[in-house]
């Protein structure tokens, strides 16, 4: 199963910021949307962000404002820019892409990446 590679998690006080890196092996031919869903402890996986190649964009209501997606096409890679972070941020991040679009913009996550933990802790 090819997977998504992330980077960019870690520990961080409410009000900082992170940013989020994910890569697509090259053997993934043609993604479309790519994007990040995150999971809390007890609870179920979100969807928050997605772009497509075109660079439409999704975001949820709990980030809009605060988060930042963009790609580079070229390499196929995506990030997350997390800014005024909330403790309610915390969660483990979850990397995903789609061969094909759908609209409304949505990701339903054909490829996915292993995670990355973010925590938002004073």
């Known amino acids: 199963q090819v997977q998504l590679v992330e980077s960019g998690g870690g520990l961080v006080q409410p009000g900082g910021s992170l940013r989020l890196s994910c890569v697509a092996p090259?053997?993934?031919?043609?993604?479309?949307?790519m994007g990040w869903y995150r999971q809390a402890p007890g609870k179920q996986r979100e969807l928050i962000a997605a772009?497509?190649?075109?660079?439409?964009?999704y975001y949820a209501e709990s980030v809009k404002g605060r988060f930042t997606i963009s790609r580079d096409n070229a390499k196929n890679t995506v990030y997350l820019q997390m800014n005024s972070l909330k403790l309610e941020d915390t969660a483990v991040y979850y990397c995903?892409?789609?061969?094909?679009?759908?609209?409304?913009?949505?990701?339903?996550?054909?490829?996915w990446g292993q995670g990355t933990q973010v925590t938002v802790s004073s």
């Open positions: 772009i497509t190649t075109d660079g439409g964009t």
């Open positions: 090259r053997s993934i031919f043609s993604i479309n949307t």
């Open positions: 995903a892409a789609d061969l094909y679009p759908r609209s409304p913009i949505t990701l339903q996550g054909d490829f």
